[in-house]
C-alpha cells in the first residue's frame, strides 16, 4: 500500500475546531486536492486505496460508482477519529462505462463514441468516519460537439487522456470539446464541491468558505 503523505506543512488551512477529525484523502488524484484547496480544505494525509476497479458483469453505471467509492472508503478505514474521503468518477455513454483506457486506441475509440452525442458523468462520493457512512452521488449531463479524427488525433498527442476515465479532462484542452452541460463541473473534474462541503460540515470540518 501506497506510504501516506503527510500535507500539514505542505499549505495553511483556517484553523478547524478541536473536535474535527482529521482527515485522510483516500486518492492521488491532483485534480481532487486542488478542488479541497478552493473550499479552504486541506486534509491531514493522502493514502490512495488500492482495489479492484472492474465493473461487475451487467452491474447499473450508478450502482458502480456508488460501490468503487464505498470500497475505497473500507479499504482505508482506520482509527475510529480519523475521517476517510473517497470518491468515483465514471463516464456513462448510454449505459456503457468508459473507465481508464488502457492505452491511446481504447482512448480514441472512447473519444469517438462520445463525438457528436450527450454522455453523463457520475461522480459518487463517501465520507467514513465513526463507523458511519455518508454518500452523495452527483449525475452531470454533458454534450460534446462533433469530433474531427484531426481533432481527436490531436488531442491523443497531448497525452492528457491517460489516466482519465472516459478519455478526457474537462478542466484542460477538451474543455474546447463541451458544447452543453447541465450538472456539477467540479464533480465532472473528480469532486462535487458543494456536496463535499456539507459532508464535511456534518462531521466539523469546516473551509474557509463554508
Known amino acids: 500500500m501506497t506510504a501516506p503523505q503527510d ?6 488551512s483556517p484553523p478547524q475546531s478541536a473536535a474535527a477529525p482529521a482527515l485522510i484523502l483516500g486518492s492521488a488524484s491532483p485534480r481532487r486536492l486542488e478542488l479541497l484547496a478552493q473550499i479552504g480544505i486541506v486534509p491531514d494525509r493522502i493514502l490512495p486505496a488500492e482495489i479492484d476497479e472492474s465493473p461487475h458483469r451487467g452491474e447499473n453505471p450508478h450502482d458502480y460508482v456508488r460501490r468503487m467509492a464505498r470500497e475505497k472508503a473500507a479499504a482505508l478505514a482506520g482509527r475510529a477519529e480519523d475521517a476517510v474521503l473517497c470518491a468515483d468518477t465514471a463516464v456513462v455513454a448510454g449505459r456503457r462505462i468508459l473507465g481508464k483506457p488502457a492505452d491511446a486506441a481504447e482512448a480514441r475509440r472512447f473519444l469517438q463514441l462520445l463525438s457528436g452525442r450527450r454522455h453523463r458523468v457520475l461522480t459518487s462520493v463517501a465520507l467514513a468516519h465513526g463507523g458511519r457512512l455518508r454518500e452523495r452521488l ?3 449531463a454533458i454534450r460534446f460537439r462533433p469530433l474531427a479524427a484531426t481533432q481527436i488525433e490531436a488531442y491523443l498527442a497531448t497525452g492528457e487522456w491517460q489516466g482519465k476515465a472516459g478519455a478526457y479532462a474537462i478542466q484542460g484542452h477538451a474543455s474546447a470539446f463541451a458544447i ?8 465532472v473534474v473528480g469532486l462535487p464541491l458543494a456536496e463535499t462541503a456539507a459532508l464535511l ?3 466539523g470540518i469546516q473551509g474557509k468558505t463554508t
Request: charged letters at 10%.
Open 201 to 203: 460540515a456534518a462531521i
Open 180 to 187: 452543453w452541460m447541465q450538472g456539477s463541473y467540479s464533480g
Open 7 to 12: 500535507l500539514r506543512g505542505a499549505a495553511q
Open 138 to 140: 452527483v449525475d452531470t
